[in-house]
């Protein structure tokens, strides 16, 4: 079985879309950092991120050394900072501590680095058969612009995180005409399918290469679990009853007194939440966000499913039963737009569960790609073939039991850092992450057959 993206490889559209997705990415930076003032920018919000400010200037560090120094062949501008912005130097408690550049001054870095590299990339060869690994199809402006994606939604998750007013605002996503009232789970058949990718020019290294992977039969979720029915596991007792919990989850729940997903308090016999400095009544068709692994595996011990395999999620959000190939996107090989998903910060929650139909799969499972992060019951280890490209820390470091996988993006992803094959990883613990869920479950063996 081979793999047929329809991904263009010429040059120039390579360099037009890299150019667009540094300039977006840039955008959605000055956003984060300009709603608040200075003290927000260089104040910890919370032990687990860093300050905004120093996401900021590691950003530019990072398009600095990538782009102006390994691509460029350029001297170091600020040879004495790379320590200070080394994310494997300094865990997030240390860094309020460290002589950070100010927030003007990192503002002025980040400028300055990407006026330099918006020089580079007029110039710069993208040929696809190209000697040089960095620039094939454009490869290091693509990771460039992931990399400042991928901080823009952990500045949102801070954003998220920090007290007082609200200092983003965004319209709400559409409502459906008419709630969902498809079928709640469907069927998957059996069989092999074309897994990660080779033929993708800005796929990280933790994506590739593309492989044979055999799936039984299952069934999945055709949305995320919703609010309301997280709703009946809390109230059925799910927080007390060890009996749905891993060892390890039930200690987190003693251990921190959760009876709840992140950010929900109850008051005057309802749910309530804190979203981005608002509270409001917990929306029930909403899908359910902010909770950990363990809360997601325990719900599903609850409902008498479980959580789908990253194998499970790929081929539910990517195989065409009809030709038998894996596509880029559950619609389809062509690039998201609104109607498909809800990606890129244009809204600051998910959408009603059943929405986006125009980005349902084939079998019609929905909202596979943004509003929540999924979490899967996989550990996050390499394809076979793997190979670290190009630092072993983007990936490698982290392959082993202490990571789950998580798939398909949030509304805070950016569709450059959002694909089919985009895989993201965490600790089983987190909770302040854009993170929901669906199940699913073995097929009767009618079905399997």
Known sequence: MTIEENVTTDPEALRRR???????????????????????LTAQHSPLMSPLVWDLAHIGNQEEQWLLRAVAGRAAMRPEIDPLYDAFEHPRAERPSLPLLAPQEARGYAAEVRGRALDILDSASFEADGAERLTRSGFAFGMIAQHEQQHDETMLITHQLRAGAAALTAPDPERPARPFDGPAEVLVPGGPFTMGTTAEPWALDNERPAHARFVPAFRIDTTPVTNSAYME??????????????????????????????????????????RFGVTEVVPPDEPVLHVSWYEADAYARWAGRRLPTEAEWEKAARFDPASGRSTRYPWGDADPTPDHANLGQRHLRPAVAGSYPLGASPLGVRQ???????????????????????YREYSEVFFGPDHKVLRGGSFAVDAVACRGTFRNWDLPIRRQIFSGFRTARDADAQEAS
């Open 18 to 40: 890299a150019a667009d997705a540094l300039l977006a990415a840039r955008r959605r930076t000055t956003l984060l950092t300009s709603c608040v003032e200075g003290p927000e």
């Open 368 to 390: 596979l790609i943004g509003d929540v992060w999924e979490w899967t019951s996989s550990d996050f280890l390499p394809y076979p073939g793997f190979v670290a490209y190009p």
């Open 233 to 274: 596991f809390i109230a059925d007792g799910g927080y007390r009853n060890t009996r749905w919990w891993s060892p390890a989850g039930w200690a987190m729940v003693r251990d921190h007194g959760f009876e709840a997903p992140q950010f929900w308090r109850r008051e005057a016999g309802q749910w309530l939440r804190r």
